[in-house]
């Protein structure tokens, strides 16, 4: 492959590579670059031509697959990245099994999720079948546990399974909006200290949206009788559903009737569940592969006269819509199932999803705002070009390879089209890790920030700026490094003084623009897709559950068949890993004070307060909580064991907290302060991530203090691999520094 372009990989690109795609040897370091990786992919899925022309020429198509790749024109879903050509070979990221009601499919369903876990995937359950809580079991005339209860039992297993070393499973859970458990499982992760493995998803139907929108009473209904149960107003429960949103984030809304409007073969069963992140609506047992087309690469210059204009590259786009269809049904084939029953029913569908990344670059490169008519226009017209192709790709596929097994019968059985390779072609997944490679914005989504701070691995820190921003900066005179300092503490530049109006507008950040955009960017996108949309609709963390309310209905009404919000500073587990603000930084945002030198008040006699044990990377700490009639006084903190130099750090910072609680220090300061910082052993307490010990101590005293603390409203929260910054994104958290992601 003498031809093939020198890979042209940001800094932050390969270190991502390095840490969590490359083959590794078995002392961790890896034995391959992403070149090497790169042609390892595309030689093992161009072998699966041989299946249907052994004369195939093998090496031209695998040089066509990695020119595609290695221009980060286009990248399949991690998995495949990560294990194509290697002996694992399991190279799906989307996988739904069936839970039915009884003990031995529960218990298959959770060998196989351990099975799946193992293997880098993700997976989708409905529980909508098993019999409600205190329902008769009649084989031991006892009675059930319900749904939730078993949602525990897989949760505790997927902790217990680590894909790779660097994350955990993840898992979606779905109930049925008519099931009589309904209202437990709403409730289910409030106080976000129980199935942190899942995001949880309400399978809503066309008839209770009516029911909402009428006022009316809704029936639920046993599933094991086919019983009404009772009858419950269907505005309440959906102001139930709203308000724990609104919360913590979930749970979050499928549109199962939508979903099944679009079931390409409905003759095999009904669609009930999704993949984690919501995008991938599957059959029971089936896979599904993934890959994404940069947008951003997607667009040519064209001259307007004296100056220099972006426009579309539509052709471009169309050769890599074929070449990257022809690559996910190779995957198809060369893929090595984790379970017969998965093999039989994705060989029997050959479901891929091509979706893009890179929208919101490709906007500013046009120089058209997100929050605008005309980027709903672009979306929608980008969109459907892609789903037209992909289905003319393969078209073009099954006159020589022939149709999807389970053809006859699906929606594609008619005359007008007599030809198509795969049930489905296009899903819009998250694309957290995968932009991160290829240095563009993630999905469908906006920018998260104009500028943010990448730690390295020596501690240092280093800005990063969008490289479109800075050069607009440059070219307008704006351009200054304290400018970009500040904006990397804020996020956004909504609110700094300096940067002109129109640049404003065309950099909009998340936390910007309105849900009711967000909604119609979604929208527009899945009007010509097959599957789903993988979006975060983000709100300002004042917003108040009617908003929540609002989105949700618009979601319905605009043809979504999902959605995922995120109200900033909703989870307790929400921290910060940003720089200090400099006085004259402080001043521009009105947040500047001078404090005189202040000594602690004497220490009380007696003090009432809490301790709690958490688990840290260096063994169970103990940490008190005090106060008495002037509030919080003194922290302490002990090791399991005494003596050493973890014991001798936390006992000196319990005494340092305490000084400063007594000086008058607000305690939200000194959480600030302590959460997010790393070292170099973290560890997991009830399924949340412990940086250290002095992360552990923030921790608790935010547990039971109340003493949020949020900085900046763009931040989920610290990385515990790299400590950076991580993002909300389609139900994940994704760390651009690192590459770190975690699903609910």
Known sequence: MDDTPKLNLTENARTVLNKRYLKKDESGRPVETPEIMFLRVARAIAEADRLYDPEAPIEEIANAFYNMMASLEFLPNSPTLMNAGRKMGQLSACFVLPVEDSMESIFDALKYTAIIHKTGGGTGFSFSRLRPKNDIVLSTHGVSSGPVSFMGVFDAATEAIKQGGTRRGANMGILRVDHPDIEEFVACKKGDTKLNNFNISVAVTDRFMEAVLQNEEFPLVNPRTREVVRYVQARSLFDQIVESAWRNGDPGLIFLDAINRSNATP?????????????????????????????????????????????????????????????????????????????????????????????????????????SDEAVKIGKGIMKFIQAESKAASAELARVRGNFPAYVGSIYDTSKTPYIRNATTTTIAPTGTLSIIAATSSGVEPLFAISYVRKVLDGQELIETHPEFEKIAREKGFFSESLMELISTLGSIGNVEGVPDDVKRLFPTAHDIPPEWHIRIQAAFQEHTDNAVSKTINFHRDASAEEVKQAYLQAYRSGCKGITIYRYGSRSEQVLNLRELRAEEAEVLGAAEVHPIIGPRARPVRTTGVTERIQTGCGNLYVTINSDEKGYCEVFAQMGKAGGCASSQTEMAGRLISLALRSGVDIKSVAKQLKGIRCPSPSWDNGKSVLSCSDAIGQIITKYTGAEVVTRETTMGACPDCGGVVEPEGGCLVCRSCGFSRCA
């Open 267 to 371: 003759q095999l069963g009904e669609i009930e569940s999704t993949n984690p992140c919501g995008e991938q609506p599957l059959l029971p047992y089936e896979s599904c592969n993934l890959g994404s087309i940069n947008l951003s690469l997607m667009i040519r210059k064209k001259s307007n006269g004296a100056a220099t204009v972006w426009e579309i590259d539509y052709e471009k786009l169309r050769t890599v819509v074929h070449k990257a269809v022809h690559f996910l049904d190779n995957v198809i084939d060369v893929n090595k199932y984790p379970i017969p029953p998965i093999r039989e029913l994705t060989l029997k569908n050959r479901k891929i999803g091509l979706g893009i990344m890179g929208f919101a670059d490709m906007l500013i490169k046009l120089a058209v705002p997100y929050n």
